[in-house]
């Protein structure tokens, strides 16, 4: 599927980072299935397997920023952002950062929510990625393209949103063929 498409087919890393992801039924509420990368977080290997997955990929890309999304992103952010040379930018809950912010509220699947982000954290020219857990209504991915958007004004174009809407999709249709491959079999 997927994987074979992005050089992954066969990667025995997928299978272990597949593996230490706990899916615990009916949490937060009944008909969800989560993923609870926290587990992921204490197998060493599979950390360090997908970070170097996420390296692999946009280490030649000419990345300057990585945006972390509260919280799962800031597990994985910093850490992408180091292997390719790029500062990481936190976007966080309301409150949550001293200084001057700007703010983007947003509309979840049960509710609103807003990102906040320090002012002049990105600057003109910078080239963002924007790392998150998922993608359900996409209003946090959206959220956060607007918010560097308001910093970088115009260079934020649709390019970049497809290329963060690529990458989201691209761990999205990752994450299911391990979720499948895992449920029921290959």
């Known amino acids: 599927?997927?994987?074979?498409?992005?050089?992954?087919?066969?990667?025995?890393?997928?299978k272990a980072i597949s593996e230490a992801i706990r899916v615990v039924p009916h949490f937060p509420k009944p008909g969800i299935m989560f993923q609870d990368i926290t587990t992921l977080l204490l197998d060493h290997k599979a950390f360090k397997d997908t970070v170097d997955i996420f390296v692999d990929r946009y280490r030649d890309m000419g990345i300057s920023v990585v945006a972390g999304v509260e919280a799962r992103g800031f597990m994985f952010g910093p850490s992408i952002a180091l292997a390719i040379g790029a500062k990481f930018v936190p976007l966080r809950k309301p409150k949550k950062l001293p200084g001057e912010v700007i703010s983007?509220?947003?509309?979840?699947?049960?509710?609103t929510d807003c990102l906040e982000m320090h002012v002049g954290a990105v600057q003109r020219g910078e080239r963002a990625l924007v790392i998150d857990d998922l993608i359900a209504t996409g209003g946090t991915l959206c959220a956060a393209i607007k918010l560097l958007g308001k910093e970088l004004e115009a260079l934020l174009k649709f390019l970049l949103f497809c290329f963060v809407c690529l990458l989201v999709l691209w761990l999205t249709l990752l994450c299911l063929e391990m979720l499948l491959t895992r449920t029921c079999g290959s």
């Open 1 to 14: 599927m997927f994987a074979g498409e992005n050089g992954l087919q066969g990667d025995p890393r997928l």
């Open 104 to 111: 983007e509220a947003y509309v979840l699947e049960y509710g």
